[in-house]
T-cell receptor, first 115, second 114 residues
Framework: DAGVIQSPRHEVTEMGQEVTLRCKPISGHNSLFWYRQTMMRGLELLIYFNNNVPIDDSGMPEDRFSAKMPNASFSTLKIQPSEPRDSAVYFC?????????????FGEGSRLTVL | AQSVTQLGSHVSVSEGALVLLRCNYS??????LFWYVQYPNQGLQLLLK??????LVKGINGFEAEFKKSETSFHLTKPSAHMSDAAEYFC????????????FGTGTRLTVIP
């Protein structure tokens, strides 16, 4: 079975541009998570969805960040406008156990560089 | 609220030596505890987890961890380090009830010296 698929793997953009990161969770998983990883702050949970519904977006740093999950097999994380401090690796993860802790399956990440 | 603290951002061991990575947690409710490993340019993979029951849990690649409630600890160990164990290790906690999101520690980078 395919794992969590993220695209693009690498993105280099200029400040002010819109960035869209994409994620396809594992089929059958009903929870999806977006994390950001930086050297300074480590792994931060940005937002997570259960059954396509956003449950907790308190980790989204600013209004410039938005996430959607239009269906069970696709999610996007958008940054508009992007800033250099948004440079990080963004991970998507999915899980099959709602309401209790289950194993998270991570994608390989999208490395974003904002110049 | 849940949180974890990993003591030591970098740990170096000789090949064949004991690996000990420390994790202490804070949780207002009974926790689930996890160790994940991240190899370069990859996502995180689950090593092992504690949910309920036996406090000594065994994971992949010879790793194990013991849940000690009295010490609020969940340290990761491996009797004999292998070169392939070089990676970054993350401890994580979530609540046994309610939300299923994980809270990660800041990670410990393990270096194995030949």
């Amino acid at each position: 079975d395919a794992g969590v698929i993220q695209s693009p793997r690498h993105e280099v953009t200029e400040m002010g541009q819109e960035v869209t990161l994409r994620c396809k969770p594992i089929s059958g998983h009903n929870s999806l998570f977006w994390y950001r990883q930086t050297m300074m702050r480590g792994l931060e949970l940005l937002i997570y969805f259960n059954n396509n519904v956003p449950i907790d977006d308190s980790g989204m740093p600013e209004d410039r960040f938005s996430a959607k999950m239009p269906n069970a097999s696709f999610s996007t994380l958008k940054i508009q406008p992007s800033e250099p401090r948004d440079s990080a690796v963004y991970f998507c993860a999915s899980s099959s156990r709602q309401g209790m802790a289950g194993e998270l399956f991570f994608g390989e990440g999208s490395r974003l560089t904002v110049l | 609220a849940q949180s974890v603290t990993q003591l030591g951002s970098h740990v170096s061991v000789s090949e064949g030596a004991l690996v000990l990575l420390r994790c202490n947690y804070s949780s207002s409710v009974p926790p689930y505890l996890f160790w994940y490993v991240q190899y370069p340019n990859q996502g995180l993979q689950l090593l092992l987890k504690y949910t309920t029951g036996a406090t000594l849990v065994k994971g992949i690649n010879g790793f194990e961890a013991e849940f000690k409630k009295s010490e609020t600890s969940f340290h990761l160990t491996k009797p004999s380090a292998h070169m392939s164990d070089a990676a970054e290790y993350f401890c994580a906690v979530s609540a046994q009830t309610g939300a299923n999101n994980l809270f990660f520690g800041t990670g410990t980078r393990l270096t194995v010296i030949p």
